[in-house]
């Protein structure tokens, strides 16, 4: 389909107007079609933009905000009708925003490397606003004591748990797997990957690099919890 492939330029803006400028000259083809340049595309369910990871998962989390926005909304609307509130509680709703909302908000967010302070507040406030409007709450009340009482993960610990329980997937694999080879040759040249993430996330919660160290998936949950 020629509509839909594209090319992006991975790098710096020093690389990206070169390579611009030389594909003006001789534009990139498949076949006897040019192929168009896009800045950002999506791939396997997040959205890759082509200035980098931090761009990339900007963009993802706008975009799946504003596709689960009116899903969310459908779950306040039914925490509101009358059979709901014959329960004498909100826990549904909250159940299936646990089953509907965050997976696929948080769809490949072990892949998330870099995502900085200012994205994890942006998902936090997605599900404090959801929280606030199942139970009515006004803006000022403490934040700490709805995610207490609802019993909701923070953003920062469901991301940090997707990554975390991905690392101990590959500690299980054989060392000549492809992405268990790139997480060792990253904490051989010190890079500041995945790897060199869930080693400082380990460590804030009392455990060891999971590279090297075998924990199961109960005790990761019981370290986060």
């Known amino acids: 389909n020629y509509d839909k492939s594209k090319y992006l330029l991975i790098g710096n803006n020093r690389f990206r107007k070169r390579t611009k400028k030389k594909l003006a000259e001789n534009p990139m083809k498949m076949g006897e079609e040019e192929i168009g340049h896009s800045s950002k595309e999506k791939y396997?369910?997040?959205?890759?933009?082509?200035?980098g990871c931090k761009e990339s998962i900007?963009?993802?989390i706008k975009e799946r905000k504003r596709k689960l926005i009116s899903k969310s909304e459908e779950i306040v609307q039914l925490a509101n009708?009358?059979?709901?509130?014959?329960?004498g509680h909100s826990k549904t709703a909250f159940n299936l925003f646990e089953a509907q909302i965050i997976?696929?908000?948080?769809?490949?967010?072990?892949?998330w490397i870099g995502i900085t302070n200012k994205q994890i507040k942006?998902?936090?406030?997605?599900?404090?606003?959801?929280?606030?409007?199942?139970?009515h709450l006004a803006p000022s009340t403490t934040k700490a004591l709805i995610n207490w009482d609802v019993r909701l993960m923070p953003m920062k610990w469901r991301i940090a748990s997707k990554k975390l329980q991905f690392m101990r997937k590959m500690n299980m694999k054989e060392d000549t797997n492809i992405t268990k080879n790139a997480l060792i040759q990253e904490t051989i040249h010190d890079i500041n990957g995945l790897a060199f993430?869930?080693?400082?996330?380990?460590?804030e919660i009392g455990l060891e690099d999971l590279l090297k160290y075998k924990f199961s998936k109960g005790d990761i949950k019981e370290a986060v919890r």
């Open 44 to 51: 396997l369910g997040d959205i890759i933009n082509e200035k």
């Open 58 to 60: 900007q963009d993802t």
């Open 81 to 87: 009708t009358p059979q709901m509130a014959g329960l």
């Open 103 to 111: 997976p696929s908000l948080l769809n490949n967010a072990e892949s």
């Open 122 to 135: 942006e998902l936090q406030e997605f599900q404090d606003i959801f929280t606030r409007k199942v139970l």
């Open 197 to 203: 993430e869930c080693r400082k996330l380990a460590k």
